[in-house]
């Protein structure tokens, strides 16, 4: 296809995307006026649309998924060699590359033996909450079968998962919602629901699980679901005591810890998973986007022996075991494109990479802090970082949405791409959030911090 074609053909492309696709997460008014993006090549940190505008991305594709890049060709290779050979059966079988993931997977996570798979964060999450009731229905009638979640954490769209979400604008106009699932106080100290200050307070958020529990009835509780760091609810870091007291809780009560790594698995966080900064010891994990970077659809629920143990303690019962299928589950180009992802990360040193490009992204951050008063808030781990807005640093009160909106369409004309809190909440969605491939480079940073720099400068 020669240059013009190639125009015209994508201009052919933009109109049936206007016309026909229903876009996620976006108010479609606009497009009878403006075309929508779309996307057509993407290289390394970078991604070029129909219109051969080149952008950096700040985002790993707008949800924190792509981690080692675009264009990864071997990726690319080693599913089309899978869907060849064998591209699916259901996971009522194994298949080769299902095996191997496994195996690698769980050596990353000790103290976890047994992964599940499915295709997406939400039904990664959903597979947990059931097999938190069955566990309960195996061993107390059903009782113990309520789920505590985080106020601020989001574990997907799914009404489950939906229900188990403490993002008040995410759930909006879509209840009523599954019964059994309790909230908690979120973990963010710059807005601490104590209203205490870290150094002086006694990690109340993390001793309000307890007080939950009580509340509920500890017969009635079977599980606790967290995000390690929040991510779209405004990347919230936890202190240091936070989850060891967690722990001891759900330990006390016997709750079962279920950290929903979605996100921060597979090295955004600059270790393989975000809870491995906190010494804590899961007794289920989630994880999906980072898994194989979006080169296939694939999430693994991963628990740890004992739970696997108790859905076959008992065979002579015919309902004695996890009576759950997800027929994409059996897609065996899923865990070829994730074993690659998994031997790139390790091969590019890119776990190093994040911390030492981490460190580097937090001190522009903070520079940028010093310069401007609407900046409230720095915080992140690893390549994964979110800046806080306000309208007043001294009464902290929230920016209104419209300005990370301005903010991230300014950083958009300068061809860099940037996230943020996106009708989450009422007044929170004021914070931009930064997560670039694990590929970043200090000149990336240089370029993608400049870009907002630049655009604070256009706002303010
Ligand atoms: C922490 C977390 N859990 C779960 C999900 C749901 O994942 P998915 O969109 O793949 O269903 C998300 C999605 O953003 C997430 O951020």
């Known amino acids: 296809m020669n240059e013009s074609s190639e125009g015209s053909h994508y201009a052919e492309v933009i109109d049936h995307d206007r016309n026909n696709v229903w876009h996620h997460l ?9 075309a929508p993006m779309v996307v057509v090549e993407g290289k390394g940190m970078r991604i070029t649309d129909a219109n051969g505008k080149e952008y950096l991305d700040a985002t790993s594709g707008g949800v924190w998924s792509v981690n080692v890049g675009y264009g990864r060709e071997r990726i690319a290779k080693a599913v089309y060699d899978q869907l060849l050979k064998m591209c699916y059966y259901a996971n009522t079988a194994g298949n080769v590359p299902g095996a191997l993931y496994a195996e ?5 996570m000790p103290g976890m033996g047994r992964v599940y798979y499915s295709n997406s964060g939400s039904e990664a999450n959903e597979k947990v909450y059931k097999m938190v009731r069955q566990i309960a229905a195996i061993s107390n009638g059903g009782k113990k079968h309520k789920i505590i979640y985080r ?3 989001y574990h997907g769209t799914t009404i489950a998962a939906l229900s188990s979400t403490g993002q008040s604008e995410r759930r909006d106009q879509y209840g009523p919602f599954v019964p059994g699932f309790v909230e908690f106080p979120h973990c963010c100290c710059y807005r601490c629901p104590f209203d205490k200050e870290y150094g002086s307070c006694e990690i109340e958020c ?3 699980l307890e007080d939950t529990i009580l509340k509920e009835g500890p017969d009635t509780v079977g599980a606790v679901v967290l995000e390690p760091i929040t991510a779209g609810g405004g990347v919230i870091v936890p202190v240091p005591e936070y989850f060891p007291i967690i722990s001891d809780i759900c330990k006390k009560y016997e709750v079962l810890l279920h950290i929903d790594e979605v996100v921060c698995g597979l090295g955004r966080t600059g270790k393989w998973f975000g809870h491995q900064h906190f010494g804590v010891k899961p007794d289920m994990v989630t994880m999906a986007k980072g898994v194989a970077s979006g080169y296939a659809a694939i999430s693994c629920t991963v ?3 004992a739970v696997f143990e108790k859905f076959k303690a008992d065979s002579s019962d015919r309902m004695h075991y996890f009576r759950d299928i997800s027929t994409f589950g059996g897609c065996a180009g899923g865990p070829a494109a994730a074993l690659e992802n998994m031997r790139i990360i390790e091969e590019e040193n890119l776990l190093d990479n994040v911390n030492e490009m981490g460190a580097y992204l937090m001190e522009l951050l903070l520079q940028l802090k010093e310069k401007y008063q609407v900046i409230g808030d720095v915080r992140g781990k690893g390549l994964f970082a979110g800046l806080e807005l306000v309208k007043d640093r001294k009464t902290r009160a929230p920016a209104d949405e419209t300005l990370s909106m301005r ?10 791409l940037v996230g943020r809190t996106n009708r989450s909440f009422r007044e929170y969605n004021n914070t931009l959030a930064l997560s670039p491939a694990l590929i970043a480079t200090r000149n990336d940073l240089d370029e993608i911090v400049g870009a907002i720099d630049v655009a604070l400068a256009r706002v303010s």
């Open 206 to 208: 993390a001793k309000a």
């Open 104 to 108: 690698k997977l769980v050596e990353k």
């Open 26 to 34: 976006v108010q479609h008014r606009p497009f009878e006026d403006v």
């Open 407 to 416: 903010i991230a369409a300014e950083c958009v004309a300068q061809g860099v």
């Open 151 to 153: 106020d601020r954490d």
């Open 303 to 305: 628990t740890t022996e």
